[in-house]
């Protein structure tokens, strides 16, 4: 039997925008819109021509997209013709290959927002509609409030969609503006509506206000909408919108879906789905979300020690999903909890094994190193330390105690000094400057440094150092840098998480723990070194 097509809408540029704390530039939507266009999302939706300077300008040229580039705003307003509306006419000179209009579907709101009648309403609608379609867009129309303005008055939330479907209105697609709908009602509504407009032309834009937007859009799915609007890790105002990248692998992996639906995603662009998540969190400067469903660092993780000696047997025992096809992978968390199966396939899963068997030793469960390793875990742990946020740390620890470390270069001594002063032009301002001696071989260099804090100094000291390793440790940037102040043992100890991220993407984790933030920072900072260093092969 031949697969519907189902269609995916992205609106991460525009729904998305609304986030709180989110403020894309131009270069961050043109950077956004051709990661979508790449994964082969069906529509872009950029902005809101007329509305800041930003989508103005995003509209004011071409952009060359495969995606249908898609311009949002809002219907001609009561009382003006099409042609006497200057936010209409900005909207219809945009280039873009869409207009998506939004109207009011809800008889409550035309009365009390829009101060019209019903009737006016509904001819904005079919003349928008007209306009846009005679200047040779692809139109949408998003009835905001849909399922609120049905359930109170069906005949009239009806009569709006139906007046856009009727002038040639490509989609209509049905909002959940407040994000209140429950799966259910959505489903029973959607399955009223397409008895009367085609559900190949009906579309659902979910918001997450009782996290379900995602569940909600399947339902709509389920009585018969064939578009489906969403954003990037769920990004919008509030709790947020559908989020695609829950959608998206869904609608590929699970065969409600796949035996009945296609998508412009191909089984090859679902395996850079995490990469676009997390490339996004970090245009936001925002630490990724370790447990979001497919994408998350934990979302294919198992801790106990029973569940890892059966994944290692057969992974399918735990999970619901190959980690691979959506881009991720899978960990099997090293804590205090762990067994020497845990360690044994936390070894492997990193490559260490094969490493050793490459160079003649082969590693058993019961062997000495293993145990030791586990010993010595199991102690950091008591102290504070918890590998399983920092697998880079416990892959360099791991790595020592199989002499799998070089001796690239030695701490002896670092000094880090904080002043707050005043400065020429009378201005209070906090120094810091580091001092940093390091052993390379039989050499010994001393660097100083001025940073932006203590740490941010240590390192720009410390990589003068060591400014022989340059070359591979250049590239390799902080990206997220947290502290927790825990009690461990009886003593108040500070842990320092440090994630990074190399040229090539990979995000390095690690840790550090001492009653003193400095120390256990340069802790983190080293080990993240190191493991780079390891990893690019650098000569000690
Ligand atoms: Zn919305």
């Known amino acids: 039997m031949a697969r519907e097509r189902l269609y995916l809408f992205d609106t991460t540029l525009r729904d998305g925008a609304q986030t709180n704390g989110v403020d894309f530039t131009l270069n961050d939507k043109l950077a956004i819109a051709k990661m979508l266009d790449d994964l082969g999302v069906d529509y872009v939706e950029g902005g809101y021509p007329g509305a800041n300077p930003t989508d103005t300008q995003l509209f004011a040229e071409a952009r060359k997209l495969d995606a249908t580039f898609t311009a949002f705003g809002m219907t001609r307003r009561p009382g003006r013709s099409t042609s006497n509306d200057p936010g209409l006419a900005a909207l219809l000179d945009a280039k873009a290959d869409a207009i998506c209009f939004v109207a009011k579907s809800w008889d409550y709101h035309v009365r009390v927002a829009l101060e019209t009648t019903e009737e006016e309403n509904l001819a904005s609608i079919r003349d928008s509609v007209r306009a846009a379609i005679g200047k040779g867009r692809e139109v949408l129309l998003d009835c905001e ?17 139906k007046a856009a479907y009727d002038q040639g209105a490509r989609w209509v697609v049905l909002c959940d503006t407040n994000g209140g709908a429950l799966p259910h009602e959505v489903e029973a509504i959607v399955g009223e509506v397409v008895k009367v407009i085609p559900g190949d032309h009906v579309g659902i834009h979910a918001h997450n206000d009782t996290e379900q937007a995602v569940a909600n859009s399947f339902a709509a799915v389920r009585a018969g909408a064939r578009q489906i609007q969403g954003t990037l890790n769920g990004l919008g105002e509030r709790c947020g919108n559908a989020n695609l990248v829950s959608i998206i692998p869904t609608l590929k992996l699970k065969p409600e879906f796949t035996d009945k639906f296609e998508i412009g995603i191909s089984d090859d662009k679902l395996k850079s789905l995490a990469h676009a998540s997390h490339r996004l ?5 925002r630490a990724p979300n370790r447990h979001a469903p497919y994408v998350g660092a934990s979302a294919f993780a198992t801790k106990a020690g029973i569940h890892a000696s059966a994944i290692m047997k057969d992974p399918a025992t735990y999970e619901h999903v190959v980690p691979e096809t959506v881009g991720n992978k899978r960990r099997v968390l090293v804590s205090d909890q762990a067994g020497k199966s845990n360690v044994l396939a936390e070894l492997d899963r990193n490559g260490l094994i094969a490493e050793l068997n490459g160079i003649g030793i082969s590693i058993e469960k019961d062997d000495p190193r293993i145990l030791r390793l586990l010993e010595d875990v199991k102690a950091r742990e008591a102290n504070g330390y918890s590998y399983e946020n920092a697998q880079t740390s416990f892959e360099v620890l791991a790595r020592r105690s199989l002499g799998m470390v070089p001796n690239y270069f030695d701490v002896v001594q670092f000094d880090v000094n904080v002043e707050q002063r005043y400065n020429a ?37 410390l990589r003068k150092d060591i400014a022989k390793f340059a070359p591979y440790i250049e590239k390799l940037k902080l990206t997220d840098y947290r502290v927790r102040i825990l009690n461990a043992g009886t003593e108040a100890v ?6 990074c991220e190399d040229e090539t993407g990979e995000r390095l984790s690690t840790i550090g723990v001492s009653e003193n933030i400095i120390d256990a920072s340069v802790q983190a900072l080293m080990d993240s070194i190191v493991y780079k260093l390891v990893k690019s092969n650098a000569p000690a």
Request: with cysteine; aromatic share 8%.
């Open 145 to 161: 409030h849909f399922f609120d303005g049905y359930k109170a008055n069906p005949r009239y939330a009806l009569a709006c969609a």
């Open 281 to 285: 969190d970090e245009m936001l400067n």
């Open 425 to 461: 032009l009378g201005e209070k301002v906090t120094v810091a400057m580091a001092v940093v001696k390091v052993k390379i071989g039989n050499e010994t260099y001393i660097s100083a440094a001025e940073g932006k804090g203590p740490v941010n100094a240590l390192d720009v000291a």
């Open 494 to 499: 500070t842990r320092v998480l440090i994630e």
